[in-house]
C-alpha cells in the first residue's frame, strides 16, 4: 500500500499521503468484501430502478441482496474495468453508486477532491492501476490487520 507514496511523490507532500492512500484502501477493502454479494446486487438493483418508491425504500431493497452486509455498490464496473479514458469520471461515479452511507466516508474524507488532483497530475490512473491489484480480501487480510493498515495510513 505504501508503494502508492512512491507515485504521489513530487506531486504531493508527503503530510497528504496517508490522505491519499487511506480512501483508496478503504475503496479496495469495500470492493473485495463486496465481491461475493456482487450479483446478487447487480439482479436486484436492475428490479429495484423499475420501481416508484423512494430513495432509502431502493436502498433497503437492495440491503436485502448482499447477505448481511450493510452496503452495498451497484454499477457492474469495478476498479479494474474503469479503464484509462474518462477514469475521473468513472471513478466518481463508481463512488456515487454505493450505498449511502458508504458514499458518506468518501464525502468525509473529501474523496472527490483528491481524484481531481490525482487527474491534474496524470496519476490517477496509474494510482487505480495499482490499487486494484491490491488484495484486501476479507480471507486475506483479517479486519483485526485492516485496523492496524488503517491506524498507520492515519499517523
Known amino acids: 500500500m505504501w508503494a502508492l507514496a512512491d507515485l504521489l511523490r513530487g506531486d504531493f507532500r508527503q503530510s497528504q499521503y496517508g490522505r491519499v492512500i487511506l480512501p483508496f484502501a478503504l475503496l479496495r477493502r469495500l470492493e473485495c468484501v463486496l465481491e461475493s454479494s456482487k450479483s446478487a446486487v447487480l439482479i436486484e438493483a436492475a428490479k429495484v430502478e423499475k420501481m416508484a418508491i423512494a430513495e432509502e425504500a431502493k436502498e433497503k431493497l437492495i440491503l436485502r441482496a ?8 451497484t454499477p457492474p464496473m469495478d476498479l479494474s474495468t474503469l479503464g484509462e479514458s474518462g ?3 468513472n471513478l466518481e461515479r463508481y463512488i456515487q453508486c454505493f450505498s449511502k452511507d458508504a458514499r458518506e466516508i468518501f464525502d468525509h474524507f473529501k ?8 487527474g491534474d497530475a496524470n496519476l490517477l490512473y496509474k494510482v487505480v492501476q495499482k490499487v486494484r491489484t491490491m488484495d484486501l480480501h476479507p480471507k486475506a487480510v483479517s479486519n483485526y ?3 492496524l493498515v488503517f491506524q498507520e495510513l492515519i499517523r
Open 111 to 118: 474523496f472527490a477532491e483528491f481524484i481531481g488532483l490525482l
Open 145 to 147: 490487520e485492516m485496523g
Open 66 to 73: 448482499t447477505g448481511g452486509l450493510s452496503f452495498f455498490n
Open 87 to 89: 477514469i475521473k469520471a
